[in-house]
């Protein structure tokens, strides 16, 4: 492997960087009480990646096992217990556990600790994951889809069921 072709062509460097202090409100908060907070979002980066810090609620919470065919998904736990499925078992991972997810690799999580719980969540290619969290805040809180629209939301974000 090599490193990718040159995408800043300048000599001097550029004054481009965004910083995110520690105490900024999260972007998303769900009934449960858990937030998401967009680090650094695909539209952000170029559509590189984007980074997500996940704080979960005491109550149990997280998604069914699924899969994504266009980005890979990586999952850094920074406090509590998750529980972190690979796709063959599941493992209640601590603080400082990793867990790299590549395009089609079923995965899932759940906080069953009752604790609250935080991790970052990093997706490539840097896809708009932001409509999916903030959808699922308003169906949390009583937005309904039917059927077809659940099926056709669940595409258009790479989510694919077991």
């Not at 090599?2 to 800043?8: A, I, N, V």
Request: no cysteine; proline share 7%; glycine share 12%.
């Amino acid at each position: 492997m090599t490193y990718p072709e040159p995408r800043y062509h300048g000599h001097s460097g550029l004054t481009n960087a965004t910083y995110r202090p520690t105490g900024h409100d999260p972007e998303v908060t769900y009934s449960s009480g858990g937030t998401v907070h967009y680090l650094a979002t695909g539209d952000s980066t170029g559509g590189q990646f984007g980074l997500y810090r996940w704080e979960m609620a005491p109550a149990q919470s997280g998604p069914d096992a699924h899969f994504h065919r266009t980005i890979s998904e990586s999952f850094y736990v920074l406090s509590g217990t998750i529980r972190l499925y690979d796709g063959k078992e599941w493992t209640d991972a601590k603080p400082g556990d990793f867990l790299f997810v590549p395009e089609g690799g079923i995965h899932a999580f759940k906080n069953e600790s009752g604790a609250p719980t935080s991790m970052l969540i990093l997706f490539a290619p840097g896809a708009p994951r932001e409509d999916y969290f903030e959808t699922l805040a308003r169906v949390g809180r009583g937005l309904e889809l039917t059927d077809e629209e659940k099926a056709a939301f669940y595409v258009r974000h790479d989510t694919y069921w077991l």
